[in-house]
């Protein structure tokens, strides 16, 4: 954790620092030099919209193969989208807690965050929610279940399954 009173970090200041694995910028930060963080295996950063943007100026992108980016102020996710759009990358679905939309070519969009399915919205409007572990957690909106479908979301009774029409 970088304390709230640096507003400054130099250019390869953390220089093949692997061990490095947890980095926390605050947002006292207001220039980070190039190549700061060069050799550095972060997997967990925790840095505002601003900072992350001084982060991506200075490195180029992450030096580590995965990353999972906290944010504590601002819009992270467009700061990550607009790079991924500049350099062919795909970050933006790291950001912790943040939804991640993506158009799936069928009319059908889904959202993910944390990197997990949480709902898919099809052409016609209908949503299907999602669990933690993928397994469908219900619906929304006017929607025809199929029989599978319907014994996904449907509390168990004495028959197979139990279908409510509203």
Sequence with gaps: VIPDSVTSIGSQAFL???????????????????EAFKFVNVSDLTVS????????????????GDINIS??????????????AAQNTNYASRVKGVPV??????GSVSTYVDGKLTQTISADGSTTLYNEDGTIKGYKN?????????EAVSKPTKNKFKIRYK
């Design 71 to 84: 944010c504590t102020e601002g819009d992270c996710k467009a700061v990550l989208e607009a790079f991924d």
């Design 16 to 34: 093949n620092m692997s061990g490095v694995t947890s980095l926390t910028i605050p947002d006292s930060v207001t220039s980070i030099g190039n």
């Design 101 to 106: 939309t993506v158009a799936n070519g069928d």
């Design 142 to 150: 006017k929607r025809i279940y199929t029989v599978k479908e319907a």
């Design 49 to 64: 919209a601003e900072n992350l943007q001084r982060y991506l100026d200075a490195m180029g992108g992450f030096t580590s």
